[in-house]
């Protein structure tokens, strides 16, 4: 009998595959869809202003926790402006499902009104990237574009004429599943073996270990313990990896430290754990390699393996520690020495006085208020290598537009964190220029009723491009941006706001903030200096 519409099973598997919530924003293509979603409690509507806060926000949901973001635009304007937040998806490896509106699938291919060829649109950003013919289709065509942005780690996008929601159907039995069995990837004995060979024999060895350490950061800790070895944590594991780790000698690159380039370059062996560092200007010219990754393809990517280690990286670090000779510390002393030098300067430099407050204070000030179990999100610009410096995690969690490196990340992230753990702390740290780039939806967390502190950390430009510019030889040009007064948007918006100018202000509103049961605006003027001098 023909009596339940498409949509009523879309929302009945969305429930199946945990699906609590979603963003998106009502418009002419999904209205059908929204009428389903209207009657079902079990799932939260986040109406957010722009969609490309919402994809950032389900794209940041799945890397806090795991599970598939969901997002929804219609056709036309708001598809086109999914892209950004569902490449930061595919760029971060993370599962988002963006269900796109289009429009009648009479019209489909007659130019009609806001019709884009949504397909050859999404062809490069999704993992999945389907759109669905027939009503009867949809229910099978969402359990595979769930199960493909699990199994593949990117956005899946479907496609979907909103009248096609509202087609009655009949299953008398379902014809596909919402399981994912999640594959168990293990190391193979002749590759444990070869690497053994490497470790053993090496008197230098340095591990830089990435996000792929989440789930298995204390079998790291015991392998670098036993082998006496220099850590290296890539920046998006900051938070699973504690900085405060003996071993961890901090961040490689520009938003690292000078013990980690120094110790990379005197090392005789590099294991690289779970990540696919990119760039080769930091890693040694010829020293041997072992690469663990659960990726095969990305193995050797970057800099070239020696051994390679298809597998998760938890029972790899066992395996090998297992079978590795512990090792003397002469090597790992040295820059755990120079690391204490390194951290002394920074301390140094977050106590000293100045008649105007600097990015390092702001971020000694957040440090004092942070909650062991908060979670951090950071936005892009020449805050983010402050905070790559100066803010120490042990156990927070931290999410930000890793790869992609897109401006305006930090709201979102914000947004898809309070969302994910509500009784957290979460703090944002964006730059003036992040921030005022999605800052409208800050009406979103207001709406909600999402507690959060935002600290801007404004300068009046556009600083990490400004430093680029001048690197080049060249004069500084368009960095500079008119000041807004954050304060006043966010009471505008139905927050509170404060403005800080200097540390006293700034320490009085972050106490604040964290007692506030509204988000909060902390705009913190900060001295315009770059971190890279």
């Known amino acids: 009998m023909f009596d339940r519409t498409a949509g009523s099973y879309v929302i009945e598997l969305l429930k199946e595959w945990n699906v609590d919530h979603l963003y998106g924003m009502p418009g002419d293509s999904i209205n059908e869809f929204m009428e389903e979603l209207r009657k079902e409690q079990a799932i939260r509507f986040i109406q957010i202003r722009h969609e490309e806060t919402g994809a950032l926000a389900a794209a940041a949901y799945a890397k806090l926790t795991g599970r598939i973001g969901v997002c929804m635009s219609i056709a036309g304007p708001g598809a086109v402006h999914l892209q950004n937040g569902l490449y930061d998806a595919k760029k971060d490896k993370v599962p988002v499902l963006a269900i796109v509106g ?10 009609n009104f806001q019709e884009l060829k949504l397909e050859s649109m999404f062809e490069d950003a999704a993992v999945y990237n389907r759109r669905v013919q027939a009503a009867d289709q949809l229910p ?38 919402s399981v994912y069995a999640v594959p168990k990837i293990r190391p193979a004995d002749e590759d444990i073996a070869a690497a053994v060979k490497l470790i053993d024999a090496a008197k230098k060895p340095v591990v830089l270990a990435g996000k792929g350490a989440k789930g298995a950061v204390e079998d790291l800790l015991a392998f670098v313990e036993k082998i006496k070895a220099p850590l290296i944590a890539s920046f998006p594991s900051k938070g699973t990896i504690p900085d405060g780790h003996p071993h961890n000698i901090g961040h490689l690159g520009q938003l690292g430290t000078k013990p980690a380039e120094e110790a990379m370059q005197e090392a005789d062996l590099v294991i690289l754990a779970g990540t696919a560092y990119p760039y080769r200007q930091f890693l040694p010219k010829d ?33 090998l520690i297992g079978a590795v000779q512990p090792k003397d510390a002469d090597f790992l002393e040295k820059y755990k020495g120079k690391r204490e030098k390194w951290d002394t300067q920074l301390q140094e430099d977050m106590e000293k006085e100045s008649e105007v ?10 440090q004092q208020i942070l909650d062991p179990d908060a979670v951090v999100s950071l936005d ?5 290598i402050w905070t790559a410096r100066y803010l120490k995690l042990a156990k927070q969690q931290f999410v930000l537009s890793a790869w992609l490196a897109t401006m305006g990340c930090g709201l979102p992230g914000a947004i898809a964190a309070k969302i994910a753990y509500p009784d957290k702390q979460v703090i944002a740290l964006t730059g003036d220029g992040g921030f005022s780039m999605g800052m409208q939806d800050f009406v979103t967390a207001v709406k ?44 505008a918006c139905g927050g509170v706001g404060y403005t800080a100018r200097n540390r006293a202000d700034l320490r009085n509103a972050l106490e604040m903030a964290k007692q506030s049961s ?13 971190p890279l001098e």
């Open 102 to 111: 289009q429009v009648e699938s009479t019209k489909v291919g007659t130019d």
């Open 518 to 530: 509204k988000p909060v605006v902390i705009d913190a003027y900060v001295e315009d200096i770059s």
């Open 380 to 384: 892009v610009g020449s805050v983010t």
């Open 448 to 491: 909600y009723n999402l507690p959060m502190t935002i600290v801007v950390f404004n300068n009046q430009k556009i600083q990490l491009i400004e430093h680029e510019q001048q690197n080049k030889g060249n004069p500084a040009t368009n960095v500079e941006i008119a000041n807004i007064d954050f304060a006043a948007f966010a009471a």
């Open 140 to 177: 099978d065509m969402l359990n595979q574009a769930i199960r493909t942005a699990y199994a593949e780690n990117g956005p899946a996008v479907l496609i979907v004429s909103d009248d096609l929601f509202s087609v009655k159907i009949k299953r008398d039995e379902p014809l596909s599943s």
């Open 357 to 366: 407050m600097q990015p390092q204070h702001v971020l000694a000030e957040v």
């Open 287 to 319: 020293a041997p390699a072992i690469h663990i990754d659960i990726d095969p393809k990305v193995i050797g990517k970057f800099y070239p393996a020696t051994v390679g280690i298809a597998s998760e990286l938890k029972p790899a670090l066992f395996a």
